[in-house]
């Protein structure tokens, strides 16, 4: 299979954007949801790490900017250090999984993932700690709402995107990354 | 779940229907800035009548404007509860256990919730009385600066209009896909935490396998009918502004800019 064209890219980017939209919803009846499984993170995540950073960068900004549009969610309040947190996410997945090359598909989404989450996480807590909540924010809040509250979606998220990522290269949707191995 | 997002193209003959995109795109940020620089509660109550003039004008029900604000009315009440019990603990009208309702609390609580209601109201109107296509358009013009800097101002928008569209698309798939693992039991309206979210997981998979699907279906029909992406700078021109573009921006400007200044 080719590479993956500048209009494919850009309408997978698109797919993943309305994902950032109708995952929430779907996720809407378990209370707390948004925090603890991070359904928004899962299409950021998986866009970046096929389109590479410019589209990841994309989809983690407009992401939650629509959802916020559409369905409120994220509110207001909360957008603009969700908007960095996505952008980030989907920007540094995109950069490792085009930097990562270690002939192993497994080992090349796992680097990737866990740094792009690594870095979105030190990011936002930043952006809070310097900008949305400047003199307030602590490392144990940091802690507590990024890796603590989050877990569940962490390991969701560890388990289910090398497994998407899987299936689309198995039904043929996007191409192999290592082809012949 | 099962009933699509508010804010998606209601077509109507109104006033603000036949403002162009990029004239209520721009509204619409000028009167965010109004919103966001709004300190008092009588300037909360002018808004208020601001935004039912808008959806008035617009000719939206009500129900439409402000149905994403209602369906957050759990998150406004409790918003409303936690400043007015934990805002300011040193004057409270009471104190009970770690409750301190006070006045100063109470004003902050109602401007909060305010501020957050009148944004989802405006942005739904904006949503709702334009259509996909305008929506891409004016999002275009607006970004053609970036142009200069080299970023694909076209492609983006393209990008936007099509996520936009495939919204309630994937929706419903979404739904769909809901009812196939119900009825192969998967236990969505279970009461147990784990079970719901033991139940959300396989959904996942196949509707990023169907999603995907329809993203290698889409692009292959663009490229077949000679779409390549645009990525490189090219001159667009875009239809000058009309009277009633410039009228609603001096006035959006001139409330955007009262707010900030009475502020």
């Not at chain 1, 919803?25 to 995540?45: E, K, R, S």
């Not at chain 1, 603590?148 to 689309?168: D, H, N």
């Not at chain 2, 401007?111 to 996909?132: D, G, K, W």
């Amino acid at each position: 299979m080719k590479e993956i064209t500048v209009v494919k890219k850009a309408i997978i980017t698109a797919i993943c954007i309305a994902l950032c939209v109708v995952l929430p919803q779907a996720f809407h009846a378990i209370p707390n949801a948004g925090t603890v499984y991070l359904p928004m993170h899962i299409p950021v995540l998986l866009c970046g790490l096929i389109c590479g950073w410019p589209y990841g960068l994309l989809c983690g900004a407009a992401g939650p900017l629509l959802s916020s549009l559409f369905t409120g969610m994220p509110p207001a309040a909360y957008l603009p250090p969700m908007v960095i947190e996505c952008a980030v996410y989907g920007c540094a997945s995109g950069f490792l999984s085009q930097v990562v090359h270690t002939k192993n598909t497994y080992a090349d989404l796992y680097i990737s993932l866990v740094g792009a989450m690594l870095t979105g996480r030190i990011v936002a807590g930043l952006a809070r700690a310097l900008i949305f909540a400047g003199g307030s924010y602590s490392m144990a809040a940091w802690a507590g709402g990024y890796f603590v509250t989050a877990l569940p979606g962490i390991v969701i998220q560890l388990v289910l995107l090398p497994s998407i990522v899987f299936a689309l290269m198995k039904a043929g949707l996007i191409p192999a990354r290592y082809p012949g191995r | 779940m099962r009933q699509l997002p508010v804010g998606l193209y209601q077509p109507a003959d109104s006033v603000i229907h036949r403002l162009s995109g990029s004239a209520k795109l721009l509204c619409m940020l000028l009167l965010l800035i109004g919103v966001v620089n709004t300190t008092t509660l009588p300037g909360y109550g002018i808004w208020v009548l601001l935004t039912a003039l808008l959806i008035r004008l617009a000719r939206i029900s009500p129900g439409t404007a402000l149905g994403s604000a209602v369906r957050l009315k759990w998150f406004f009440g409790v918003i409303l509860f936690m400043n007015l019990c934990f805002y300011q603990p040193e004057d409270p009208w009471v104190r009970w256990w770690i409750f301190s309702p006070s006045y100063a609390g109470l004003i902050q609580g109602i401007q909060v919730v305010a501020r957050v209601f009148l944004l989802l109201a405006m942005s739904n109107v904006l949503m709702v009385s334009t259509a996909p296509l305008v929506m891409t358009d004016a999002m275009e013009r607006l970004l053609s600066p970036l142009r200069l800097i080299g970023v694909p101002a076209g492609l983006i928008a393209m990008i936007l209009s099509v996520a936009i569209q495939f919204i309630p698309t994937l929706f419903e798939e979404t739904d769909n896909i809901r009812k196939a693992q119900t009825a192969r039991g998967a236990r969505f309206d279970s009461p147990r935490l784990w079970d719901k979210a033991k139940a959300v997981l396989p959904l996942l998979v196949p509707v990023f396998l169907a999603a995907f699907k329809r993203a290698d279906e889409l692009s292959m029909a663009m490229e077949a009918r000679g779409y390549r992406g645009d990525t490189q700078s090219r001159k667009k021109k875009y239809p000058p502004f009309q009277t009633a573009d410039w009228l609603a921006l001096l006035l959006c400007a001139a409330v955007a800019a009262a707010f900030v200044m009475i502020r």
